[in-house]
C-alpha cells in the first residue's frame, strides 16, 4: 500500500488488521520525516506530497481510534467471506437431503 496516494482509502483501512495499521503508521510517519528533511534542505520537489502523507496519517489514526471505541469494526472481513461460502454450501446439502427423506 503506497503512503499518501488514493490507494490508502478508510473502505480499505476497514479491512486491515490492527498490526499491519500500525506498521503503516510508521511507515507514513517515517515517510513525513524524509519529506520534512527534503524540504529543510531544499531538495523537495513535491510539496503536495506531505500534505497528502499528513492526511493519510491522520485517516490511519482516525480508523485506529474508532475500532477502540467502537464505532468501527475490527478486520475481520477474510474469516467472514471463509465462512459464508461453507454455511451456504451446507445449507444446499441439506435441503436436497431433507427432499429425499420426504
Not at 503506497?2 to 490508502?8: A, E, P, Q, R, V
Not at 476497514?14 to 528533511?37: C, G, M, Q, Y
Not at 531538495?43 to 471505541?69: C, N, P, W, Y
Request: glycine share 4%; aromatic share 2%; no cysteine.
Amino acid at each position: 500500500m503506497t503512503i499518501g496516494s488514493k490507494h490508502l482509502t478508510t473502505t480499505e483501512l476497514d479491512l486491515i488488521e490492527d498490526a499491519v495499521l500500525v506498521e503503516e503508521l510508521k511507515k507514513a510517519k517515517e515517510e513525513l520525516f524524509n519529506l520534512r528533511f527534503q524540504s529543510a534542505t531544499g531538495q523537495l520537489e513535491s510539496h503536495g506530497r506531505i500534505k497528502a502523507v499528513k492526511r493519510d496519517i491522520a485517516r490511519i489514526f482516525t480508523v485506529m481510534r474508532e475500532r477502540e471505541l467502537g464505532i468501527r469494526a475490527v478486520a475481520a472481513a477474510p474469516a467472514v467471506a471463509t465462512e459464508k461460502p461453507a454455511k451456504a454450501s451446507k445449507a444446499k446439502s441439506a435441503t436436497p437431503a431433507e427432499t429425499e427423506e420426504a
